[in-house]
């Protein structure tokens, strides 16, 4: 066991002015408090907290955090309390211990849901100081090198625990060597046999090859001292766990793998490591594909380093990690080597612990998105593939490398191979077979994507991507979709306006007149005048300031010079060529469409169409009129609607209207009810069934007004057609607590 002087001693090496007293004081207290307590070796409880604060002293952490490693499990186990700590170390110690006994309450391997509340709960208190995270590992750390002391049944759950959460987690904070030493350790009590027979194969490895190890170390050091560049060179062997996952992950046997040994190059600064690179490179040849520069494109997780592969000494194929002595201890310490220093050319002499590593920040933020989420279980999922998992990497059917986050779908990979390619993407071939655009990727999959001239990215896919781009293109596709339905719009008004003042119109007639207009282009007039935001009447008056009215009298037959506009939710809109001050008539806006005229699509009435119903909403079997709305397009009214007596004045923003319905592909539309009912329990149930039962949707439903015998109950509905509609209202009108119904249109 540590005695409590080395512990100080170990501090005072990279710090000289640590605060011993408060070491001192941490280190009586939790002996006071702890007492005679044992753990399961029979070790006095103690122990544990020195080994813990031990492990920080590695990573040259400041003595406050050694003194919380000191405490941290004070108010678990004994009679200490918050209040007390505080009054003695301060509140800031206090808190971290606090946090500390939160995390160790929890119980991450437990049924899915609470074991992912549980999650929540510790990665939120890890967010909020980075020291309670390394007090947590540590912590953790040192229960796995004692775990055999512990009864198999519990050594199990806290193995798996390791292994599913710490040890990703320390990877995901750039600390590696703590992570393969989690997960060795785990590796040993979940499969004990793959364990034993891994490790005594490496061992026979490593025997056989141990000359060879040393000659490559020296071959490359003398090749870089000719060169002129100070390099310190280390071979190292591949941990059982990292083995035993590349043979299951590439179903290989162990003699098929080349790269279990790898060497490590120590330069000083950075234009040194590519340096090293270039020597090599001159010597040796190159594996293709095995390099990766990871100090230009750091990971997430701050690591930094060049991974090249080469044929090297003895022809033995050798991997190389190329780095500084600064990236090696990130590397290696992660987040815990983020450190000021007094002296920039000194990397050993750390002074204060930052919180400010990409990493810690790359945490917090993903906390802070998942920590918002609703079910539990999508948490956890979220959560595993956002925290401990990195990249997968895919290839094009010509072999091209496209690196995505875990979770990417192949719409994720379009947008990532080009805009172009996600814009029309409408289906997806996987390893040759074709796959649903929602299919998560995996590593080493060839993606091929489907394409179609006239596919519109779906609003829908925003919620099914992972990435920025993907989700930034699909918004821009679909701006894109409804200014043009705005813009055809536009135009269809300006021609009705300019043929009924028997004027042409063109496009080019437009750009002379757009700074009159308060545009910079014509697709901008035509995109203001589909919205209602700029006035026909205006355009023809900039393009033609000198005309004077005169009506234009033509007689053709009832459907001749009608512009329709089609709408996917069913709808055909009709401009009438009318002269200005006519408003249509209220038994003509039913006449039909002209199979001859131009249709243009417009997508269905949802928050990106051009098109939406008003107050009351409106059915198929309805006679309906649509009005020109300022910025929102056209809003479809019922004939009776009483909404329509506002736009009496205003005949230019009338827009007659006919039901287009596919009977392949039906739809259901807007309607409301006012029902009154007996004021008495169990109403409401009734009403409820009763509309049930009728296949209709209940949108909304509010109480109006209640009585003391009567209530009204005003009801926003989803029906097929009017037939559906009447049936329902006749439907409702037989229950016996109901006394009225009819229908409201505003």
């Known amino acids: 066991m540590m005695r409590q002087y080395e512990l100080v001693e170990r501090v005072q090496k990279y710090k000289p002015d640590a605060n011993e007293a408060l070491l001192n004081k941490a280190y009586v207290y939790a002996m006071q408090k702890h007492g005679k307590q044992t753990r399961a070796s029979g070790d006095p409880y103690i122990s544990h907290p020195l080994e813990v604060a031990a492990i920080l002293t590695e990573m040259r952490l400041d003595e406050s955090t050694i003194a919380v490693a000191l405490l941290h499990d004070t108010i678990e186990d004994t009679s200490a309390t918050r209040a007390e700590i505080d009054e003695l170390f301060g509140e800031d110690i206090?808190?971290?211990?606090?946090?500390?006994?939160k995390i160790k309450k929890l119980d991450l391997v437990s049924k899915r849901a609470k074991q992912a509340e549980n999650l929540r709960k510790l990665l939120l208190a890890i967010s909020d100081d980075v020291r309670v995270l390394l007090v947590k590992l540590a912590d953790r750390l040192h229960n796995m090198r004692t775990l055999e002391h512990v009864p198999p049944e519990k050594r199990a759950r806290i193995a798996e625990e390791t292994m599913d959460i710490y040890a990703p987690l320390a990877g995901r904070m750039?600390?590696?060597?703590?992570r393969e030493e989690l997960e060795e350790l785990a590796f040993k009590n979940i499969n004990q046999e793959a364990y034993d027979t891994v490790t005594g194969k490496l061992a026979e490895l490593s025997e056989r090859n141990r000359d060879l190890i040393h000659t490559i170390e020296d071959e490359l050091s003398a090749l870089f001292s000719q060169q002129g560049l100070q390099a310190k060179v280390k071979g190292r062997q591949k941990k059982a766990y990292s083995v035993f996952r590349k043979m299951q992950s590439k179903s290989l046997s162990f003699e098929q793998l080349s790269d279990v040994f790898g060497f490590r190059i120590i330069v000083d600064t950075e234009a040194d490591c590519y340096r090293?690179?270039?020597i090599v490179h001159m010597r040796w040849s190159v594996v293709p594909g095995r390099f990766k520069d990871y100090i230009s494109t750091p990971k997430q997780n701050d690591y930094r380093s060049i991974h090249t592969t080469i044929v090297g000494p003895s022809r033995q194929r050798v991997e190389l990690q190329i780095r500084t002595g600064l990236m090696q201890a990130v590397a290696e310490r992660g987040v815990a080597a983020h450190t000021l220093y007094k002296d920039a050319a000194s990397a050993d002499e750390a002074v204060v612990l930052s919180k400010d590593s990409r990493a810690y920040s790359w945490l917090r933020q993903t906390i802070e998105a998942l920590s918002v989420g609703d079910n539990p279980e999508d948490f956890l999922e979220h959560t595993k593939l956002e925290l401990f998992q990195d990249q997968v990497f895919c290839f094009t059917p010509k072999g091209q490398l496209i690196?995505?986050?875990r979770g990417a779908t192949p719409i994720d990979f379009a947008y990532a191979v080009h805009t172009d390619i996600g814009d029309t993407c409408v289906g997806a071939k996987i390893n040759g077979r074709i796959m649903p655009l929602v299919t998560r990727l995996a590593n080493g999959d060839e993606v091929e994507i489907l394409r179609s001239g006239i596919q519109?990215?779906?609003?829908?896919w925003e919620e099914i991507v992972v990435t920025g781009k993907a989700r930034a293109a699909i918004r821009r596709a679909t701006k894109a979709a409804v200014r043009k339905q705005y813009s055809g719009l536009g135009m269809r008004i300006l021609e009705r306006s300019?043929?009924?003042?028997?004027?042409?119109?063109?496009?080019d007639g437009l750009k002379p007149v757009l700074h009159r207009l308060g545009h910079k282009d014509v697709e901008d007039v035509l995109t203001a005048v589909g919205r209602g935001e700029l006035a026909s009447d205006d355009v023809f008056r900039a393009v033609y300031p000198n005309h004077q009215e005169t009506r234009v009298s033509q007689h053709k037959p009832a459907d001749e010079g009608w512009f329709n506009l089609r709408s996917a939710a069913g709808l055909i809109f009709k401009l009438p060529g009318l002269a200005?001050?006519?408003?249509?008539?209220?038994?003509?806006?039913?006449?039909?469409?002209?199979?001859?005229?131009?249709?243009?699509?417009?997508?269905?009435?949802?928050d990106n169409s051009v098109v939406k119903f008003g107050p009351g909403g409106a059915v198929p079997g309805d006679r309906i009129v649509g009005i020109l709305e300022t910025g929102s397009g056209i809003t479809i009214y019922p004939i009776q609607s009483p909404e329509l007596t506002k736009f009496d004045d205003e005949p230019s923003r009338w827009v007659d209207i006919r039901w287009d319905i596919d009977e392949n592909n039906k739809n259901r539309f807007p309607a409301r009810i006012l029902v009154t009912a007996i004021n008495a329990p169990g109403t409401l149930a009734e009403v409820s069934q009763g509309i049930a039962t009728s296949e209709t949707n209940i949108q909304n439903l509010s109480m109006v007004s209640v009585a003391a015998d009567f209530t009204e109950m005003l009801i926003d509905l989803q029906v097929w057609d009017l037939k559906h509609l009447n049936q329902l209202i006749t439907q409702l009108k037989g229950l016996g607590s109901v006394s009225t119904v009819e229908r409201i249109y505003q």
């Open 498 to 507: 300019f043929t009924r003042a028997g004027k042409p119109l063109s496009k």
């Open 580 to 606: 200005k001050t006519q408003k249509p008539a209220k038994r003509s806006r039913m006449i039909g469409p002209d199979p001859d005229m131009a249709a243009m699509p417009i997508r269905g009435v949802d």
């Open 174 to 178: 750039g600390m590696q060597k703590m």
């Open 94 to 101: 206090g808190r971290l211990v606090e946090g500390l006994t």
């Open 276 to 278: 090293a690179l270039g």
């Open 403 to 405: 690196a995505l986050p």
């Open 456 to 460: 519109v990215p779906p609003p829908a």
